[in-house]
Each structure stands twice: as C-alpha cells, then as structure tokens.
C-alpha cells in the first residue's frame, strides 16, 4: 500500500554535493518520522539522520556541518542534501519512515536505496 522511492544517487568529486530524494507514495495521512541509513559491502547499516513531524533533526557525527535533511509535507518527500563528500567508498543509501497511515496505523517502511559514489 506504501512506497518508498529514492533518487538522487551518483557519481561525484570529492568535495562535491548531491542531494538524495525520498518519495512516499500511497495510502498516507502524514509521516511521522523518516531518516536515512547508508551501507556499505561487508559493513553493517549505519544511521546518517532522522528527522520527526515535529522538526526535530538528528545526524550521525561523520555527518555534522556538512549533511542535513528535510522534508515537504505536501509532497510526502523527505531530502538529504549532502555537501563537501568524502571518498568513504560505495555505500547505498536508503530511506525508512514510519508512516501514518490514512486507515490508521503507523507501519514502517524501507526505500530501495540509491548508490553514491565519491571519486576523481
């Protein structure tokens, strides 16, 4: 009933900028918390930042002053935008909410993630 889409993923320089997309998609009254997790081959997933329908924003430490999320309520979208990368390999970043649904409920859900990668 729910979908998650990521985009935004791709190649840049070291130093660079992207910012990651996440669209939700169905039955949805509103989101209630959403954050982005990435994962690298042969590492264990990791937190990067979560954000509440209150505005409440938490970043991992490898991420402070250079990353922030936010999000558009009327298009069910929550972003990543992420400046001055790092070459800390290929991870996959994707996205999970708790959603509220407009039947009740809150389900959460995972986005199919989306690579970066940052090279010269």
């Known amino acids: 009933q729910v979908q998650l889409v990521e985009s935004g993923g791709g190649l840049v320089q070291p130093g660079g900028s992207l910012r990651l997309s996440c669209a939700a998609s169905g039955s949805i009254f509103s989101i209630y918390a959403v954050g982005w997790y990435r994962q690298a081959p042969g590492k264990q997933r990791e937190v990067v930042a979560v954000?509440?329908?209150?505005?409440?924003?938490n970043y991992a430490d490898f991420v402070k002053g250079r990353f922030t999320i936010s999000r558009d309520n009327a298009k069910n979208t929550v972003y990543l935008q992420m400046n001055s990368l790092k070459p800390d390999g290929t991870p996959v970043y994707s996205c999970h909410a708790d959603i509220i649904l407009s039947v009740g409920g809150l389900p959460d859900y995972w986005g199919q993630g989306t690579q970066v990668t940052v090279s010269s």
């Open positions: 954000t509440t329908t209150g505005g409440s924003t």
